[in-house]
Nanobody, 128 residues
């Protein structure tokens, strides 16, 4: 069983920054891709960013949605079993509940079904 606990959400003005953290339990954290998704009120949950498990040595690859490219950065610290989402230049349309998710394998796509464990979510609100 894997547990994911997000933190770091809050209220921020447009143009500001937040860093979300997701602490994961489990001994094989580095072997799995991790992702961030978000769900705004009245909308479906959408992919934000993902980072692969260790490809070689400690190398990882990252990818993100076009809507956040250049503003959001995903990273991970395998020693701490933690994945991060650094969010800069925040916009009101970034307002949503943000979820951390563990992928089923070393690499994961942008669809929900590629992930098997989810956190409870953390609220991010960006005021204009």
């Amino acid at each position: 069983q894997v547990q994911l606990v997000e933190s770091g959400g809050g209220l921020v003005q447009a143009g500001g920054s937040l860093r979300l953290s997701c602490a994961a339990s489990g001994r094989t954290f580095s072997s799995y891709a991790m992702g961030w998704f978000r769900q705004a009120p009245g909308k479906e949950r959408e992919f934000v960013a993902a980072i692969t498990g260790a490809i070689s040595w400690s190398s990882h690859y990252t990818y993100c949605a076009d809507s956040v490219k250049g503003r959001f950065t995903i990273s991970r610290d395998n020693a701490k079993n933690t994945v991060y989402l650094q969010m800069n230049s925040l916009k009101p349309e970034d307002t949503a509940v943000y979820y951390c998710a563990k992928a089923r394998g070393l690499v994961a796509g942008t669809k929900d079904d590629g992930y098997d464990y989810w956190g409870q979510g953390t609220q991010v609100t960006v005021s204009s």
